[in-house]
């Protein structure tokens, strides 16, 4: 047996904070917070677009990282009534039928859309992808999100040791790079799960490509939302749960 250095990722508690209160705190990889903070903001609902965030300022405080986010006053009027509703009858905001109804949010159908993509797209979106996750190379622990564009590839990518994180980065990147989600796939190393589908479809992108499985959930929600849902890439091959017509099928199999 020999003794050998080895990179691990780091995994630090996040604090995203409105007006000076916490709504929630993720472990997350302590890199592009900005980001973060921005997707997160977009994909929960909290903010139509970033013109409605004032501020964003990280503040590192050893123990763990707290994201200050300030609203405009319109957005931040909306989120305290949507605070107000949420809170249970012990106050904590994630319990009782309220929660359980955001969890179920329905998912906007996704805005028509002149996507299309072959089998070779697909392929091509999860290979470069890979190339971009850095961290995962050295680390092995950590997942991606990315955004293919047919004739341009991966635009955009992200990682981070949380999946929902790591989509939660990329939707921050887009929104900042004005990039529009009707124009590309989104791409995952994960399982897709309900959540991955619904902050996808609040990015506006009608394809999400995954390297693992879909949940029952998300395949009825992905398909209720209009979205094709790819997943079980491997190589060549992969399998549609949703929506197949975005997708010209050369050697995959549509199995909804």
Request: glycine share 8%.
């Amino acid at each position: 047996m020999a003794a050998a250095a080895r990179m691990v990722p780091e995994e630090t508690p996040v604090a995203l904070s409105y007006a000076g209160t916490t709504h929630a705190v993720m472990m997350a990889s302590p890199a592009d917070l900005e980001d973060f903070a921005l997707g997160f903001s977009l994909t929960e609902g909290i903010v139509a677009g970033p013109d409605e965030i004032e501020t964003i300022e990280v503040q590192d405080l050893g123990a763990g990282i707290d994201i200050q986010i300030r609203l405009k006053d319109q957005a931040n009027t909306r989120f305290q009534a949507r605070r107000r509703r949420l809170a249970g009858p012990v106050g904590c905001g994630l319990c009782g039928i309220e929660s359980i109804e955001e969890a179920m949010r329905a998912v906007a159908p996704v805005a028509a859309s002149k996507l299309a993509l072959t089998a070779k797209d697909v392929a091509l979106a999860v290979r470069l992808l890979s190339r971009q996750q850095k961290l995962h190379e050295e680390t092995g622990a950590v997942h991606a999100a990315g955004f293919y564009v047919p004739g341009k590839g991966v635009v955009a990518a992200r990682e981070d040791v949380g999946r929902h994180n790591a989509l939660d980065k990329l939707a921050g990147a887009l929104a900042r790079g004005g990039i529009d989600g009707a124009s590309g796939a989104v791409v995952i190393t994960s399982r897709v799960s309900v959540e991955m589908v619904q902050k996808t479809a609040a990015l506006g992108a009608p394809v999400v490509i995954a390297v693992s499985a879909p949940t029952a959930l998300a395949v009825r929600t992905a398909e209720a939302a209009g979205m094709t849902l790819v997943a079980l890439v491997r190589g060549d091959e992969f399998d549609i749960f949703s929506r197949p017509e975005r997708v010209n099928c050369e050697v995959s199999r549509h199995v909804a």
